[in-house]
């Protein structure tokens, strides 16, 4: 299905070919190559077909595990440890010899490489659209089952995080710790220990993720905080957990918001509006949508209850300050968009939902589900209970 999106976006390119020159880190390079190769890599697409160029090191794997049609090494270059120039005259070799004397390369590709076919009379035009990602936006039935996979993976992690908050004794006079601090063992309980548990988890099931979200209090107002220190009582914790599966590469995402203890008023009152946003959100989703009308609908909620947002108030600082959501793939953060201007929604899409409300004097409050656009509405992938208080 994924060679027929390519072949309907390509047509539309007037050059032979399309080049990357990336290593599996690019999620355009993984998609096109089906290849995880550590160290950068050509692939080139012309006329319906991927080929792929590398180092004899990553031949052997590259022939059995790459998604081309045909993989070739740097010795059939009669390259393999020369310089950069080298370098650059086999790749111009490779690609005429597939029969193409110009190329389409992506907005964030190399410029050098880019330079390089040039001055080897090569035409090299830029993708200013980015056209692998708009591709990579609608997923496959297969795409769709890796992240549920890793969504089930984010969920158990969550488990964890939560059982460790609900766990917690609070600190009180007399207590080595300060007054309201978590406790958990009779130590105090950090964001680095819940971020480790998480971590912990995550590669039991197979996942993993650089960085984590356990952001308390004043921290929890800024979204991209990862939050840091002791956790206290009667405060929102924002947990947000987006991991990788290492066999497939697909991330989930899910974002929950708790607090031991009793909660201020205002963060109450905060959270059930969260709750209310995130519902109006989701039945905003559905083919034909765009991601405007989700982002407007969330925003409509907070907006009526007299909270600023971007949308009322693009200076503000306090209030909704980001968008709704965003697509997830091979990216934690790609196509589409949720948010004003956000384009239409197609099944296939898979995007977070995501509302919150942030404030320093109050910290902040998030919930996000991750969904998939379906014929006639949506199907949340995240089965994970919205509950504020814990313990």
């Known amino acids: 299905m994924y060679r027929t999106r390519l072949e309907d976006h390509f047509d539309d390119i007037e050059t032979d070919g399309y080049l990357l020159d990336a290593s599996q880190d690019d999620a355009n390079q993984l998609y096109l190559s089906g290849f995880t190769g550590p160290d950068p890599f050509v692939s080139l697409y012309a006329d319906g077909a991927v080929h792929v160029l590398v180092s004899g090191l990553e031949y052997g794997r590259a022939r059995t595990e790459a998604a081309a049609d045909t993989v070739e090494r740097h010795a059939d270059y009669d ?3 020369g310089g950069r120039e080298d370098r650059y005259d086999m790749y111009a070799r490779f690609v005429r010899e597939k029969g193409v004397e110009s190329v389409t390369v992506p907005p964030r590709g190399p410029v050098g490489t880019a330079d390089a076919l040039r001055d080897r ?3 090299v035009s830029v993708d200013g659209d980015d056209t692998l990602r708009t591709v990579r936006a609608v997923k496959t039935d297969e795409e769709i089952d890796a992240i549920r996979t890793a969504q089930r993976a984010n969920q158990a992690a969550m488990r964890r995080a939560e059982s460790l908050l609900a766990e917690a004794d609070v600190a009180a006079a007399g207590d080595d710790a300060e007054t309201g601090q978590l406790l958990h063992d009779g130590d105090p309980l950090t964001s680095e220990r819940v971020a480790t548990a998480i971590e912990v988890t995550l590669l039991e099931h197979g996942c993993a993720l650089d960085e984590t979200i356990v952001a308390g209090g004043e921290q929890a107002a800024d979204p991209h905080d990862r939050g840091s220190g002791p956790l206290r009582a009667n405060e929102p914790i924002i947990v947000d957990i987006f991991p990788r599966s290492k066999a497939t590469r697909y991330n989930g995402d899910m974002t929950r918001t708790f607090c031991v203890g009793d909660p201020d008023p205002v963060a109450r009152e905060w959270y059930d509006l969260t709750e209310r946003a995130l519902s109006a959100a989701l039945d905003a989703v559905e083919p034909g949508a765009t991601g405007a009308d989700v982002h407007a609908a969330a925003c409509e909620v ?10 009322t108030d693009p200076e503000t600082e306090t209030g909704f300050i980001h968008s ?3 697509g997830i793939g091979l990216d934690v953060h790609e196509l589409p968009r949720l948010a004003s201007g956000g384009g239409e929604l197609e099944p296939g899409h898979v995007v977070t939902v995501e509302p919150g409300l942030y404030d320093p004097a109050v910290g902040g409050v998030r919930i996000e589900d991750l969904v998939v656009v379906t014929e006639d509405g949506y199907e949340n992938l995240t089965e994970y209970p919205v509950e504020f208080v814990v313990g």
């Open 302 to 311: 907070y907006e009526e209850a007299g909270e600023p947002t971007f949308r």
């Open 79 to 81: 390259y393999e440890y």
């Open 121 to 123: 009379g090569i035409d």
């Open 324 to 326: 709704t959501g965003h």
